[in-house]
């Protein structure tokens, strides 16, 4: 799942920053008889607070290069 929105009032403590922001969320589901029993979700955060500016962007540069030939076993 996909939301969006702008940061109007305090988020975890981080005061109002007025940006627009969008992040994706994961929903697992465990189902017994045809009735939801459990179920977990993950937002990923980590994009979300660099959309607000709270944290920095990572320069591309410093993200290693994975090589096809180097996950060989």
């Known amino acids: 799942m996909t939301g969006g929105g702008t940061q109007r009032s305090e988020f975890f403590g981080i005061?109002?920053?007025?940006?627009?922001?969008?992040?994706?969320?994961?929903?697992i589901y465990k189902v017994e008889h045809g009735k939801i029993k459990e179920r977990w979700i993950d937002v990923t955060r980590l994009p979300l607070l660099r959309q607000l500016g709270i944290?920095?962007?990572?320069?591309?540069?410093?993200?290693?290069?994975?090589?096809?030939?180097?996950?060989?076993?």
């Open 55 to 73: 944290l920095p962007a990572v320069p591309l540069e410093v993200l290693p290069i994975i090589r096809p030939e180097s996950l060989k076993g």
């Open 15 to 27: 005061p109002a920053t007025n940006k627009y922001a969008r992040w994706m969320s994961a929903g």
